[in-house]
């Protein structure tokens, strides 16, 4: 009886970790702040798991690590910055409806902008080195080094303002927690396409396919399903995702440089760490895991604060060297 | 495969292949009856050298090049460059040991290479003084890059290669929030600035009267210095590639099962090769903090010279050793010298906004950046590499 | 263009290598339609290399693989799978964080489930009823046995590459697969089956080749290998002709 409740206890741990942490900041901080931060790590979580779930996808299916990721980031937060200028009437309106259209218009370019690099980015870069890890690490670092020098000569090298809309600044008030406006809209944006992403894998076919495909590629192959061509939408998907991403992150910072997407990048791969490559329900986890971390980490131990998800990571693995849910028997 | 509970052997396809420098103990250059007479020769490159005649004959022209430097090329800057590209080829060529040799992909080289500098850095200006303080820094800065490295290694290294690399992604990266928090010790992220023992301060003098038209003083010593160790440095490295130890490497680069079958611990070879790397990289790092005269996070720790190192490895020529040579010169010229030609390209196409900034002098590295793309997918054994398979 | 004979797969001196190694020697072998045509031999002998040959997963060095008259060493495994070839690998394949029903769901076109050949199948698996949404990684070795046999024979294949079905499993199993395996013969199923268990060999073979290191050393009836006890102790060994 005792080892079958150690093994259901071994097998739900990894989702304890994330409320623990939750419960115990709040008596290292006090409720006010609690509410702020814990809100504030949410959405640096979706934030972040726009950008690592397309990653760990790509990984799972495929086993391509792709360190140009972090490009397609920053191709989303500055197609944000074309796509807002003329929109300034829009942003500048002090209508809640036309301040969500223009960051709607956004989103959507960022997608498509950075989906249709990352089609072109699949068929010359990737397709040639499926199944070699030391070239993909080796070229996909040198297209992230071509693609950021090519933002800036579009874009010029300076980084620029990305002020939020007019009724997205300040904040609003949970009891006496103030909550950052465009907190709330990011965490809508994150949670949907988060329950958007979960409805396809788990819904339909094609969903279906990817599931089984990060489990086990060959016998889905065998099955009779062209997993390429499965993973070029994959891919095409994750980079859309990476560029709404970026979108979101450059227009929360209101600040946008070529190197936004690198700074996200250390973070997605300790998210990918932690949660499991492969695993997008494990993504998710981490990344809310990871973005609580940083904020309580900023509030408690401001030193350690940059350095407090690394440690995180090290604890982890220490724990489960896999990560949280990895897929596959242990 | 992401899960898959069973063995099956991957058939390796041709993508999967890589095309490095074949491995040294196959590809024994031809042995002219000169050389053989020149054996002490031959023992210097541990058998191993460049190539046939006309390798062979551009490395000694190099080494020539850098023995008379500073009547060569006088000035300050070019010394500077020298000095930098001496450094660069230890830290490349302890790079090469791990990836080319061994087939194992590390973004922690410069975490390595900080610590070395950080060594002499913080000996200097803890109130130690001269050379003394000097061989401490360097000893203690090898030191912890040697356990560190070994800690890494055997916690790390038994994982997959992407795991291993996204691990010391994070952990190099610790270590620079680490060197930029920690201000007491290494001075914060303005890092330190220290003074290097007398014979190698800009003020000194070796001979009162210039040397054909070179005066000898403390940058010149300092290069020689540098220029020196590198070489010994160096050699040592051709030394343990052509060792039966390298021989052991290499095999677990082309097929680690087959070499675990045979007997030998994969890990225990991959653990110790890292440490070798590291603490070249810590030497290389005391060298540069030497040069400097002072160490910063930017200085040795930024993760754009992870790339550049990269960058030099691949274009030079994986595995070679030679190729850090090659590679090192051809990228530090190309960050000082590109942008002189991109300013001339810049200037014919002024007209068109959008070519002149393409071409603007502080995109350098968006060209440095195509050529490595453009290396690896179609020249992946390096520009040395192929030079040597042409024969 | 079909064969005017009634082979519907045929393997021509066939070899593949994994690597550096070679494995198979030129292997040459025909599987009739509607009968079931055993491959035995000892471990290693280079069975699973064969079928997974076949299957597109490695591709031959050399050699002709013919099915219904279609060369198809050159194709990919997922073109392979849809002119109706269906795998049962020896790790068996199924994905343990999907449901038996979504297993099987993906041996399915478009339009889900046949009834009637979904209930065929249930009729000779009913375990695989009551475990029909549960995670696959949950059941037993020899209920994950039943489900990738049962999501290869749901749709209508024409031929079945099955490798060692009843490896490591109890005799009341093994008595279930082979009903089962009878009935698809029933059916004029082709199958091409791998095994270990000269009884069941015995039971459901029509014909058989036997390979020994990368090599076919005997071709013939299985009727007639099963009445020959010096011909299976010489080309199989003591250990399987006492095979449970």
């Not at chain 1, 068929?123 to 499926?130: A, D, F």
């Not at chain 1, 990918?272 to 990344?287: M, N, P, R, W, Y």
């Not at chain 2, 500073?70 to 791990?98: E, H, N, Q, W």
Request: with cysteine; hydrophobic share 55%.
């Amino acid at each position: 009886m005792s080892k079958e409740w150690l093994g259901r206890l071994q097998q739900w741990a990894p989702y304890a970790v994330t409320p623990l942490i939750v419960l115990a900041a709040l008596p290292a901080m006090g409720l006010t702040a609690w509410v702020t931060l814990t809100i504030a790590g949410l959405t640096m979580g979706m934030m972040l798991f726009l950008v690592a779930s397309g990653l760990t996808l790509i990984f799972g299916l495929m086993e391509v690590l792709n360190f140009a990721h972090a490009a397609f980031v920053t191709v989303g937060a500055f197609v944000t910055v074309s796509v807002l200028g003329p929109l300034v009437g829009w942003t500048t309106a002090p209508s809640l409806t036309l301040n969500l259209l223009a960051l709607l218009m956004a989103l959507l370019a960022a997608a498509a902008a950075s989906g249709a690099l990352g089609f072109v980015f699949e068929r010359i870069i990737i397709r040639q080195v499926y199944g070699a890890p030391l070239h993909q690490i080796l070229i996909t670092i040198g297209a992230l080094t071509v693609i950021e020098q090519l933002v800036i000569v579009i874009w010029g090298p300076d980084a620029i303002a990305l002020p939020k809309p007019a009724r997205l600044r300040g904040s609003v008030f949970l009891g006496s927690s103030p909550i950052e406006t465009y907190r709330l809209v990011a965490l809508f944006v994150g949670l949907a396409v988060a329950a958007a992403m979960q409805l396809i894998l788990t819904r339909t076919r094609i969903g279906l396919v990817v599931r089984a495909g990060v489990e086990d590629r060959e016998m889905v192959q065998s099955l009779g399903y062209n997993i390429r061509r499965v993973f070029v939408g994959i891919f095409i998907a994750g980079t859309a995702l990476a560029g709404m991403g970026g979108m979101m992150w450059g227009q929360y910072q209101a600040l946008v440089n070529y190197q936004i997407g690198d700074s996200m990048l250390i973070l997605v791969f300790i998210i990918l760490i932690i949660g499991g490559l492969g695993s997008v329900g494990g993504c998710f986890i981490a990344a809310i895991l990871v973005g609580l971390t940083s904020n309580y980490a900023e509030f408690l131990a401001p030193t350690l604060a940059l350095g407090s998800n690394i440690l995180l990571m090290a604890l982890v693995l220490l724990w489960r060297p896999r990560g949280l849910f990895p897929i596959g028997e242990q | 495969m992401a899960g898959q509970p069973h063995k099956i052997p991957e058939q390796p396809s041709e993508q999967a292949t890589i095309a490095l420098a074949p491995a040294v103990s196959s590809s024994k250059p031809y042995q002219s009856g000169k050389l053989r007479r020149a054996s002490w020769l031959s023992w210097i490159v541990s058998d191993d050298p460049p190539g046939r005649f006309l390798l062979n004959a551009i490395l000694l022209l190099l080494l020539a090049a850098f023995v008379f430097a500073p009547f060569l090329f006088p000035g300050t800057k070019a010394l500077g460059v020298a000095s930098r590209i001496c450094i660069f080829v230890i830290l490349v060529a302890s790079y090469d040991l791990m990836l080319g040799y061994t087939g194992i992909v590390s973004f922690a080289h410069t975490m390595f290479f900080g610590i070395g500098a950080y060594g002499v850095a913080i000996a200097l200006t803890q109130g130690w003084v001269g050379w003394g303080a000097v061989i401490l820094g360097a000893a203690a800065g090898a030191g912890v890059s040697l356990v560190l490295a070994a800690a890494i290694g055997i916690l790390s290294l038994r994982l997959r290669a992407i795991f291993f690399a996204m691990i010391t992604l994070a952990v190099a990266s610790f270590a620079q929030i680490l060197a930029e928090q920690w201000r007491s010790l290494t001075g914060g992220e303005d890092g330190l600035t220290f003074s290097v023992p007398a014979i190698l301060k800009p003020s000194f003098r070796l001979f009162a009267d210039p040397v054909l038209g070179v005066t000898i003083n403390g940058p010149v010593i300092t290069y020689y210095l540098i220029f020196i160790v590198s070489l010994v440095l160096f050699l040592l490295m051709l030394r343990i590639v052509n060792s039966p130890f390298g021989r052991v490497l290499q095999a677990i680069r082309e097929n680690e099962f087959r070499v675990e079958a045979m007997g030998y611990q994969v890990v225990a070879y991959r653990t110790m090769i890292s440490a070798l790397s590291a603490v070249m990289a810590a030497l290389a790092g005391t060298l540069m903090a030497l040069l400097l005269g002072y160490n910063g996070p930017d200085a040795t720790l930024s993760f754009s010279l992870m790339i550049d190192i990269l960058m030099m490895v691949v274009i030079g020529g994986m595995g070679t050793i030679y190729g850090a040579v090659i590679g090192s010169i051809l990228v530090i010229l190309a960050e000082y010298y590109l942008r002189n030609v991109l300013g001339a390209v810049n200037g014919a196409v002024s007209g068109t906004p959008f070519l002149s900034a393409l071409f603007h002098p502080d995109r350098w590295l968006l060209w440095l950046g195509v050529l490595f793309v453009l290396i690896v997918t179609f020249f992946p054994q390096g520009l040395f590499g192929w030079l040597r398979q042409r024969r | 263009m079909a064969e005017a004979d009634d082979v519907l797969l045929r393997l021509d001196d066939v070899h593949t290598d994994i690597g550096r190694y070679k494995i198979l020697h030129g292997v040459s072998l025909t599987a009739r339609r509607g009968r079931v045509t055993m491959l035995l031999g000892r471990n290693g002998a280079g069975k699973t290399t064969t079928l997974r040959t076949i299957m597109g997963l490695w591709k031959a060095r050399a050699g002709q693989i013919t099915f219904d008259g279609q060369p198809i060493g050159a194709m990919d495994t997922p073109d392979i799978a849809q002119l109706g070839i269906a795998y049962v690998p020896e790790y068996m394949g199924i994905f343990g964080k999907l449901t038996v029903r979504e297993n099987m769901l993906l041996a399915t076109g478009a339009q889900g489930f046949a009834k009637d050949s979904l209930d065929r199948v249930l009729a000779w698996f009913p375990a695989l009823k009551l475990k029909w949404d549960s995670a696959a990684g949950s059941l037993s070795g020899g209920q994950k046995q039943m489900l990738a046999i049962a999501r290869a024979i749901v749709e209508q294949r024409r031929l079945l590459l099955v490798d060692e079905p009843t490896k490591g499993l109890s005799p009341v199993v093994v008595d279930q697969l082979v009903e089962a395996l009878l009935g698809l013969k029933s059916e004029q199923t082709t199958i091409l089956l791998v095994e270990q268990n000269f009884r069941v060999a015995l039971a459901i073979g029509d014909e058989v080749a036997v390979m020994d290191q990368g090599r076919i050393v005997h071709s013939g009836d299985m009727a007639a290998l099963g009445a020959d006890e010096e011909l299976q102790q010489r080309l199989l060994g003591l250990s399987m002709a006492v095979g449970t």
